[in-house]
């Protein structure tokens, strides 16, 4: 009996490690698979070139990772004008940018492909509800909603300050910069009234453009609603 255990022992043993080599090799191999699934996913060509699938839906979009340089752009390089695909919004950016839509996206958005942060995390623009953010702002002064904006995302605590001022084409709108947990600033947010229009607002962020371009960005946003036809 002894000698028979002593016979089974090695055996054992390796049916353990022959186990655990398939069991890596399974995983590698379906790792493998994952990634190149993930590389063959139907995009979409966007503006500037960039091809992405979409945004994450849980994404924290209020503090990207810091970029090491700020975007900028020569003196003599063409803007271009980027339309919105919803809603009637427009405005003018650096044909170096890299800009990104996403598919399907009810918010209209735009993100920025540049740097070490995904588009994602790297909004330029979308459109703000706000009876879908908090119902009771509805009809105050939208002062207030920008007032109270930080709450709606955990990477915030407060807001630092708020300053109206209105765009060379006549927007009405609100530079804010609010405190993390840090109490660092490091985003700017910009959020425009729309004319006749007490629910939404147009909504720009900025962590990694060079305040020349964004502000230039700022006085180029139109809003461009259809004309009625009779």
């Known amino acids: 009996m002894e000698k028979e255990q002593e016979f089974d022992k090695p055996d054992f043993a390796k049916l353990v490690i022959v186990t655990i080599i398939g069991v890596l090799i399974l995983g590698g191999a379906v790792y493998a698979a994952y990634r190149y699934s993930q590389r063959q996913g139907s995009g979409i ?6 091809t992405y699938l ?8 209020t503090q990207p990772p810091t970029a090491p340089v700020r975007f900028t752009a020569a003196s003599n390089v063409d803007w271009k004008v980027f ?3 919803i809603y009637p919004y427009s405005f003018s950016y650096p044909s170096t ?20 942060i995904p ?23 939208k002062i207030e909603y920008v007032k109270n904006w930080y709450k709606f995302f955990s ?33 700017g947010d910009v959020f425009f009234e729309i004319p006749g ?13 060079d305040p020349n371009i964004f502000d230039r960005i700022l006085d180029s946003l139109k809003w461009n609603p259809p004309t009625p036809t009779k």
């Open 119 to 141: 588009p994602q995390q790297n909004l330029l623009l979308n459109m703000e509800f706000i009876d879908q953010r908090d119902p009771k702002l509805v009809g105050q002064p």
């Open 45 to 50: 060509v966007l503006p500037g070139g960039v």
């Open 83 to 85: 339309a919105g695909k």
């Open 197 to 209: 229009n007490s629910t939404t607002l147009i909504h720009l962020a900025n962590g990694i453009l």
């Open 155 to 187: 990477g915030l605590k407060g807001v630092a300050e708020v300053e109206p001022f209105t765009n060379t084409n006549g927007l009405k709108g609100y530079k804010a910069s609010y405190l993390n947990w840090a109490n660092q600033a490091p985003n």
């Open 97 to 116: 940018l890299p800009l990104v839509i996403f598919p399907n996206d009810a918010t209209d958005s735009v993100a920025i492909a540049w740097g070490n």
């Open 54 to 61: 979409g945004p994450s839906p849980k994404a924290d979009i």
